[in-house]
């Protein structure tokens, strides 16, 4: 191989590397993707900065192809063409920022890096390293986020040796001293196992065997129970008088996810549901690109498609809490836990249906994701996922 060949080569590989195992769903990995950052300013080209760039996001989120072959039930080539069109974004991003200039580059990064944490970019911004700020600095908060963004730039400059030596200190400490953030007192997230079935299976038999699973949790001294994404299918009159008649008498609160449908789309919401009456609590910001949000369907003159309502209701207020919804997509970005955590909600509420997942680590990963961002902010959280 040809020398001026084995440095982009070594660095795409290394890249590669870095993403399979900092989003490999284990959380105290996750600053293995502060690799990526030195990666990049290591390219002495811009190609090599694309291709390093590629390398990393492709690896960080190869679970997609398989995860959408088995969501349309088809082979995987859509999935492959989705993977490498949300690829897209983060490549361009940080091709067209990559200088030459050393001194310009932490500068280069920091916007590369804002640019991919909010919308539009931001709508495909999974993997970014600065989720492994919960990791390194648990309960710093704000500050914890402003020494991680510190060090992302640091990275890039000449002095990355020293930077990557003192943020491996933080990540060996926390790592010695780590613990999952704790549940809220009288709270309890239900995990189920009922694959593509739920929420799709409206039979009153299914209502009540998810009411039998709340009172049975209830019994066990849980007051406010937590049900996955779509766990309660279609929000309708009869669905909610059911589970409204199976609350009273009780002083138990459901929060669940459903579907609300007009002649214009869908919501992916959450609804709150006690023995005095139900709401709607929450709408989802950022629903699945393509396979859920659909943009291009009223410039079509089309209807159909989950709307999203990007900045809209960070914190919701359940009884005496304030609630930070998280629903599915969300976990894997960055700018709705942020917006969330600028309200300081009481609790992380972490909701999913991952049933089209299986046999990748998409999960894993969301899971990891939202503990990051809980220790960093020191908050406890729920985790609701059906699979």
């Given at each position: 191989m040809r020398r001026e060949h084995l440095r982009p080569t070594v660095l795409t590989a290394v890249s590669t590397v870095a993403g399979t195992v900092g989003w490999s769903g284990h959380v105290l990995l996750l600053p293995v993707a502060l690799a990526f950052p030195v990666l990049w300013a290591l390219a002495r080209t811009r190609w090599t900065a694309a291709v390093v760039s590629a390398g990393y996001f492709l690896a960080a989120s190869r679970g997609l192809p398989q995860g959408v072959a088995t969501f349309y039930s088809s082979d995987l080539w859509p999935g492959l063409l989705?993977?490498?069109?949300?690829?897209?974004?983060?490549?361009?991003?940080?091709?067209?920022?990559?200088?030459?200039?050393?001194?310009?580059?932490?500068?280069?990064?920091?916007?590369?890096?804002?640019?991919?944490?909010?919308?539009?970019?931001?709508?495909?911004?999974?993997?970014?390293?600065?989720?492994?700020?919960?990791?390194?600095?648990?309960?710093?908060?704000?500050?914890?986020?402003?020494?991680?963004?510190?060090?992302?730039?640091?990275?890039?400059?000449?002095?990355?040796?020293?930077?990557?030596?003192?943020?491996?200190?933080?990540?060996?400490?926390?790592?010695?001293?780590?613990?999952?953030?704790?549940?809220?007192?009288?709270?309890?997230?239900?995990?189920?196992?009922?694959?593509?079935?739920?929420?799709?299976?409206?039979?009153?038999?299914?209502?009540?065997?998810?009411?039998?699973?709340?009172?049975?949790?209830?019994?066990?001294?849980?007051?406010?129970?937590?049900?996955?994404?779509?766990?309660?299918?279609?929000?309708?009159?009869?669905?909610?008088?059911?589970?409204?008649?199976?609350?009273?008498?009780?002083?138990?609160?459901?929060?669940?996810?459903?579907?609300?449908?007009?002649?214009?789309?869908?919501?992916?919401?959450?609804?709150?549901?006690?023995?005095?009456?139900?709401?709607?609590?929450?709408?989802?910001?950022?629903?699945?690109?393509?396979?859920?949000?659909?943009?291009?369907?009223?410039?079509?003159?089309?209807?159909?498609?989950?709307?999203?309502?990007?900045?809209?209701n960070p914190v919701v207020t359940d009884a005496d809490s304030r609630v930070a919804p998280l629903i599915c997509y969300e976990q894997l970005i960055v700018w709705p836990v942020l917006q969330s955590m600028l309200h300081d909600p009481d609790v992380v509420v972490a909701v999913g249906n991952g049933w089209w997942t299986k046999g990748t680590a998409i999960v894993a990963i969301q899971r990891a994701n939202t503990q990051a961002w809980a220790r960093l902010f020191d908050k406890p959280f729920v985790f609701s996922f059906n699979t």
């Open positions: 989705l993977w490498l069109c949300a690829s897209t974004g983060f490549v361009i991003v940080h091709t067209v920022l990559w200088t030459k200039r050393k001194r310009a580059r932490p500068c280069h990064y920091l916007l590369a890096a804002a640019l991919m944490a909010v919308p539009p970019f931001g709508i495909t911004g999974w993997a970014h390293p600065i989720t492994a700020a919960g990791v390194l600095f648990p309960g710093w908060g704000w500050w914890g986020l402003v020494a991680a963004t510190a060090g992302l730039m640091g990275l890039v400059t000449r002095m990355w040796p020293a930077v990557a030596i003192v943020l491996a200190g933080f990540w060996i400490g926390s790592a010695a001293t780590w613990d999952e953030p704790k549940l809220p007192k009288s709270w309890e997230g239900v995990d189920r196992e009922m694959g593509a079935s739920l929420g799709r299976d409206a039979s009153i038999e299914r209502h009540r065997d998810l009411i039998a699973t709340v009172t049975d949790r209830a019994s066990g001294g849980a007051r406010t129970i937590v049900l996955p994404e779509s766990a309660l299918g279609f929000w309708t009159p009869t669905v909610e008088r059911l589970w409204v008649r199976s609350l009273q008498g009780t002083d138990t609160t459901v929060i669940a996810g459903a579907a609300v449908v007009d002649a214009g789309g869908y919501d992916n919401v959450l609804i709150a549901i006690s023995g005095d009456g139900a709401r709607l609590l929450y709408r989802e910001r950022m629903p699945v690109p393509g396979s859920m949000w659909q943009p291009w369907r009223p410039l079509l003159g089309q209807s159909g498609g989950a709307r999203a309502h990007f900045f809209a």
